[in-house]
């Protein structure tokens, strides 16, 4: 079924630019050489150009472009009298050396347009602003693969009509193996799953989303359980797609999952026991809300929001650190919402090795450091880009940028946090002090508080925003991806995997008051979390549509934790003595194991998504190093003294699987574990069960969380 | 558009599915899952198939070492003499009389050049080829190559002896990282981290454990199907500390003790004698750092004699000679030299003017880099700085000149795109220049 209806009555509303009008620089000519690539990051539009000739990256600064192509190299880039030995159209058309090669075509209407405006004398033309961008599509795509989707992009100038942009549109598919640029208005879909096409006109950038089912009956989910708009929305999606859903989790696994996603732990045994005994139908429910309330929930989410906030030491000032994660936990245990949290840290000020948050802007060096952490932590947006150049990708300018780092220039970063009557950050497009400003939204006036101002906005004016980049992370804490991936980098330009129900967690938890715990119940009851991770012949392919669970490895910290709960032996750590790993906040700690774990070993934090597993050097810790095997030989240990309490393989076998399993062995396992282990050597059979708790610590099912 | 993997360093692009907008999850068969990069190859040169990078951390001073200026005023000229080499016109410093012996195998760039004089900012631009960004951490030429050439081999791509320089992976992730030997090689008890098996913990032991790991393996294989990595990371440790051949390239005990003499008894040379090792077992990229060479003040006693009073000069300087010398000879004689880059090089070089303190402080405008081996012709001097040693003369060449041949004659192509997490694309390298003599 193919839905054109939507089209056709654009179409009919779409102008043709008028012939007679000359040609505007602005807005005609630098989509022609976008489009050919010469603004581009790799050529022309390079902070240093090529070759001597240099524009603006992707054409954000039409003025400086109309000069250098006009004016600059003696005026010999255009040539009025013969506009064909120009410069700028015998270059690219190869009829002179080009280090880009080829890459506008003589009989292209790209040299056709430049040619007309060179003709008309190469004029700038009066301003014109482009007031609209919007790409139009079929809304359903059919069973045929591939199949040819014709595209049709409109663009406003000014308030006025719509004119076709579609041939001047810079189109780049995400996934040239998927979607292809067939022509100047032609995709070609060939596989299916969904996919993102990436529109570029003048300054701005649209996502088009292609959803193309399997090659497989359509699936009928109508009757599968559900609870609440998570799992409508994800059911939706995934019967789009036509992918058949897994089986739910068994209670063990689910508990085992939920207990690691909400508190870092593994469920101690006699929570286990008496949660599977449990037949109620409501025990999930009440599992959650224990939970909740654990102390390991607030050491976990202290930790995860420490790491989000970039906690760490500074030289000398060990009060600070403390008064940070002292007060970030008691907001946690208090359960307030995170809005409030949020605005303490935009507004505190005072001794900051008494007052927790005002110590939010000493963890970075500068203002522009603090717009950074701003934009990644309230707005899940990376505007580092947008220090040198206009993000590419996302909507942020350099006077966002520097407005944004502006907005925090008067800060005293110093232990007495505190607004300075002056204070500046330079904008590096204008080489003047930065305007302080809202990005993407407006000037402040002089007269304005920027942390009030930056506050309202947030709150009140557009509480979508940081309420997306939250719930976003919430989800990835209990699936181990975000709806949008990665969750620090959040833009049009890289949708999330079903955009509604970010929206509708967004705007529950604003509802909510910005409650996390209530956002983390909806998840940890739905449906959706509660799936299995068994694969079914026709979701093999699906990482990211939730058809099934996905497993993922458990964090450094977290399995350094386990690997201590499991074997009965306490790590000890510099400065704090003994303690779990999830309680150091501050990465300047050193802990070796840590580090080869892969945990992010920066202050300055790492991006979200990036923490490894450590690779082959964890790999070898674990196999030969002493953080496990010191553990197993240790006599005050859990199996030292299962052994000395004269426990049975049997019975050891049990609580090992228990403890870090989360499960009862089968009998079939027990038996071959039991032959496996049996020897008439005391010692031969220590060893033994030192090597069979080795093996599970190392093995898939303990590390990773299911 | 074919944008290469964003992989990790053995091949598999486990992080495909964070690509920003890559959403086409589904069809993603196993096939695609495990396509490796196509292995670069080919360019001009490329002949080199591994390479030594021998960090001389700190800035060593050129007007030392490669560079002198015996014409110049005392407070330039410094305190030592240059002598001649086996090739007629090329000059080095009097302490490095081993090395002048090899002068035939030597290219010495004596006109390098950066605008970078901060140790930070400098590392990163000469292990880079990348000006430092506040947005952007590039990578390392060694996670550049693992991250290229990932091999199937049971050795790690990319080792770090004795710790990692101040450049690492970078964007490409912690999978690039080095393989951080760490430890000193020249204590007698000197081991690589966790290589060796726990105490009481045999080869027989660890066979039992793999196989009592498969046994819980197989239970949770049974619930998924989604194929498990072909090649875990458990696979490729256990292959490491139980394969005899690889573990015996990190065995320095092995080497005869004629041998380990000749590299000298410090922990620079025998750093260079387990290159040699590695780079004979197979690993494409081993750094080896040497720190000291920051020398601000007292620079003759530093790079000379090492401490006061010292009968053998053990300072930076012979210390250096020995083990580069060393490590020349004992690669040019088994026949490694021709198929190994060995680059000696710091930050930057130091100020022609003597301080107060009698030492040098950062001077980056011109410095001298050697390189060695890999089909780099030897026995000449590319460019020169000018009387004082103050910048360079003619042909200046930029740290990311050095990048692009670099790449070059390890056979990447260093147009190679490269992919940020966020999907951003990144060639190898950026503008930079080959270096003709070297190729």
């Not at chain 1, 080009?98 to 301003?127: K, Q, T, Y």
């Not at chain 1, 000890?572 to 990465?587: K, L, M, Q, T």
Request: hydrophobic share 40%.
């Amino acid at each position: 079924m193919l839905a054109f209806s939507s089209i056709r009555l654009v179409v009919l509303a779409i102008l043709s630019a008028d012939p007679q009008r000359p040609v505007h620089f602005d807005t005609e000519i630098i989509p022609v050489l976008t489009r050919a690539g010469c603004n581009a990051g790799a050529c022309h539009g390079a902070a240093a150009g090529r070759g001597g000739f240099r524009l603006s990256l992707l054409g954000a600064d039409p003025a400086a472009d109309h000069e250098s192509i006009v004016h600059q190299f003696e005026g010999r880039r255009v040539h009025p009298v013969d506009p064909e030995l120009s410069l700028l159209l015998r270059k690219p058309t190869g009829g002179l050396d080009h280090g880009g090669d080829v890459v506008l075509r003589e009989d292209g209407p790209g040299f056709e347009r430049i040619m007309s405006w060179i003709r008309a004398g190469s004029p700038r033309g009066a301003p014109r602003t482009l007031t609209a961008f919007e790409v139009m599509k079929e809304a359903s795509i059919g069973d045929e693969l591939p199949v040819e989707v014709p595209l049709r992009a409109v663009a406003s100038f000014d308030g006025g009509p719509p004119e076709d942009v579609t041939r001047w549109t810079l189109w780049t598919s995400t996934d040239p193996s998927a979607v292809r640029v067939e022509s100047d208005h032609v995709v070609k879909l060939s596989r299916p799953g969904q996919h993102v096409l990436i529109g570029r006109f003048l300054d701005r950038v649209v996502a088009v989303r292609f959803s193309v089912p399997l090659p497989a009956e359509p699936v009928d989910l109508t009757a599968e359980p559900r609870n609440g708009f998570i799992d409508d929305e994800v059911l939706r999606v995934l019967s789009e797609l036509r992918l058949p859903v897994s089986p739910p989790a068994s209670d063990a696994v689910w508990l085992r999952r939920v207990s690691l996603d909400l508190t870092g732990r593994l469920p101690a045994p006699e929570r286990t026991e008496a949660f599977l005994a449990d037949a109620s139908s409501e025990k999930r429910g009440r599992m959650v809300e224990t939970l909740l309330q654990d102390d390991g929930f607030a050491d976990f989410w202290t930790w995860r929001l420490a790491k989000l906030l970039r906690l760490h030491s500074l030289p000398n000032e060990p009060e600070s650190l403390r008064a940070y994660s002292v007060w970030l936990r008691g907001e946690i245990v208090r359960g307030a919402g995170l809005d409030s949290l949020a605005r303490q840290l935009l507004t505190a000020t005072g001794d900051s090795h008494v007052v927790g948050p005002a110590n939010f802007g000493r963890m970075v060096g500068d203002a522009r450091g603090h717009a950074e952490l701003f934009s990644r932590f309230f707005l899940g947006s990376r505007m580092g880009c947008a220090n040198c150049h206009n993000h590419p990708l996302d909507r942020w300018t350099q006077d966002d940028y520097h407005g944004l780092a502006a907005a925090f220039a008067k800060l005293d970063r110093g232990r007495q946090v505190r607004w300075l009557p002056r204070g500046e950050v330079t904008n590096l497009r204008t080489n003047e002090p930065a305007v302080p400003r809202i990005p993407g939204v407006r000037d402040l006036a002089a007269g304005d508080d920027p942390p009030r101002e930056l506050t309202s906005w947030l709150f009140e004016e557009e509480p979508r925003l940081f309420a997306r980049a939250t719930v976003n992370r919430l989800w990835r804490g209990m699936f181990g991806r975000g709806l949008v991936e990665p969750t620090d980098d959040l833009r049009d330009t890289n949708p999330a995997t079903h955009p509604e129900l970010l929206d509708q967690l967004a705007d529950d938890f604003i509802a909510n008051g910005y409650d996390i715990r209530q956002t983390l119940r909806r998840i940890a009851l739905s449906e959706t979390y509660g799936r299995g991770e068994a694969v079914l012949p026709g979701n093999v392919a699906d990482d990211r549509f939730y058809s099934r669970a996905y497993s993922r490895p458990l964090e450094p910290e977290v399995l350094m934790d386990a690997i201590a709960d499991v074997t009965g032996v306490a790590d000890s750590f510099p400065g704090s003595g003994f303690g779990r790993a999830i309680e150091i906040v501050d990465p300047l700690v050193p802990v070796t194991a840590l580090d080869l774990l892969g945990r992010c070993p920066s202050a300055g934090g790492c991006d979200e998504g990036m923490a490894g597993t450590g690779g082959l050097p964890a790999q070898l810790h674990l196999l030969n190093g002493d953080l496990i095997n010191r553990k197993l030989i240790s006599d005050e240990g859990r199996l030292g003294q299962r052994i000395a309490e004269g426990r049975s393989d049997r019975e050891i076998v049990a609580e090992f699987h228990l403890l870090g399993l989360g499960r009862q062995p089968t009998d079939a396992e027990l038996t071959a574990w039991c032959e496996r282990l049996a020897t008439g050597d005391v010692r031969q059979r220590r060893l033994r069960l030192e090597d069979f708790v080795w093996s599970l610590l190392n093995s898939r099912s303990f590390r990773d969380n299911h | 558009m074919g944008h290469p993997k964003f992989g990790r360093c053995d091949g598999i692009s486990r992080r495909d599915c964070l690509r920003v907008g890559s959403l086409s999850a589904l069809g993603l068969t196993l096939a695609d899952r495990f396509r490796r990069p196509a292995f670069a190859s080919g360019g001009t040169g490329g002949r080199a198939k591994s390479c030594i990078l021998l960090w001389l951390d700190g800035g060593p001073s050129h007007l030392e070492t490669f560079d002198l200026k015996p014409m110049a005023p005392a407070e330039v000229r410094g305190p030592f003499r240059p002598i001649a080499t086996s090739v007629s016109g090329m000059q080095l410093c009097e302490l490095l009389p081993e090395t002048a012996k090899l002068a035939g195998k030597l290219a010495i760039i004596r006109s390098m050049t950066s605008p970078l004089g901060e140790h930070g900012l400098a590392n990163h631009y000469l292990l880079t080829g990348y000006h430092p960004s506040p947005v952007l951490r590039y990578p390392s030429y060694g996670s550049v190559l693992s991250h290229t050439r990932p091999g199937r081999s049971i050795l790690p791509p990319y080792v770090a002896i004795p710790e990692s320089l101040g450049a690492g992976a970078g964007f490409l992730g912690s999978e690039c990282e080095p393989f951080v030997a760490g430890g000193d090689p020249a204590k007698p008890d000197f081991r690589v981290r966790d290589l060796d098996f726990f105490p009481e913990v045999d080869a027989a032991r660890l066979g039992r454990r793999r196989e009592y790991l498969e046994a819980f393996d197989q239970v949770q294989a049974g619930l998924e199907t989604a194929a498990p990595d072909a090649d875990s990371e458990f696979d490729r440790a256990y292959r490491l500390v139980t394969s005899g051949q690889a573990k015996r390239a990190f065995d320095l005990s092995l080497e005869p003790e004629a041998v380990r003499a000749r590299y000298g008894p410090r922990t620079f040379g025998q750093s260079c004698l387990l290159a040699r090792r590695l780079v004979e077992a197979g690993v494409p990229f081993v750094s080896v750092s040497h720190t000291g060479w920051d020398t601000h003040e007292g620079l003759e006693l530093s790079l000379k004699s090492g401490y006061s009073g010292a009968k053998i000069g053990v300072g930076l300087i012979p210390t250096f000679d020995l083990g580069f010398s060393a490590l020349l000879s004992d690669l040019s004689e088994r026949g490694l030299l021709d198929e190994t880059l060995v680059i000696a090089m710091g930050e930057f070089g130091r100020t022609p003017k003597i301080n107060t303190r009698g030492g040098r402080d950062h001077w980056p405008r011109v410095f001298s880099v050697v390189l060695a081996g890999g089909g780099v012709p030897g026995g000449q001097v590319i460019g020169a700085s000018d009387r004082m040693g103050e910048s360079p003369l003619d042909n200046p060449v930029t740290p990311n000149d050095l990048a692009h041949t670099l790449y070059t004659l390890l056979g990447v192509d260093p147009d190679r795109e490269l992919q940020t997490a966020d999907g951003r694309p990144v060639p190898v390298n950026q503008g930079g220049r080959l270096i003709r003599e070297l190729t």
